[in-house]
């Protein structure tokens, strides 16, 4: 059974940083596009970032240049460090494998509140 497992949210002020982690198991991240999605109250689920299996990484342009997408295939993992957060960055954040380009397994979620 598939299982995507985020953690890492949290309250924080405008301005600070949080890390989120996504652990996987029953199946390998190694061979497979890995990403982050948000959802915030009242809007549509929005892409925030993904990383390729080679490595490459592409943000959100309301992202770019604050948040950073990595991952360790041996621990089975794919991180999002956030910094410079501000309140609109409030969603659950949810983590994603995608099979043939596309969203296939989402983990539950993790939420982020960016209020001070």
């Known amino acids: 059974q598939v299982q995507l497992v985020e953690s890492g949210g949290g309250l924080v002020q405008p301005g600070g940083s949080l890390r989120l982690s996504c652990a996987g198991s029953?199946?390998?991240?190694?061979?497979?596009?890995m990403g982050w999605h948000r959802q915030a109250p009242g809007k549509q689920r929005e892409w925030v970032a993904s990383?390729?299996?080679?490595?490459?990484?592409n943000y959100a342009d309301s992202v770019k240049g604050r948040f950073t997408i990595s991952r360790d295939n041996a621990k089975n993992t794919v991180d999002l460090q956030m910094k410079s957060l501000k309140p609109e960055d409030t969603a659950v954040y949810l983590c994603t494998l995608y099979r043939l380009g596309l969203p296939n397994y989402w983990g539950q979620g993790t939420q982020v509140t960016v209020s001070s």
């Open positions: 990383i390729t299996t080679g490595g490459s990484t």
């Open positions: 029953g199946i390998s991240f190694r061979v497979y596009t």
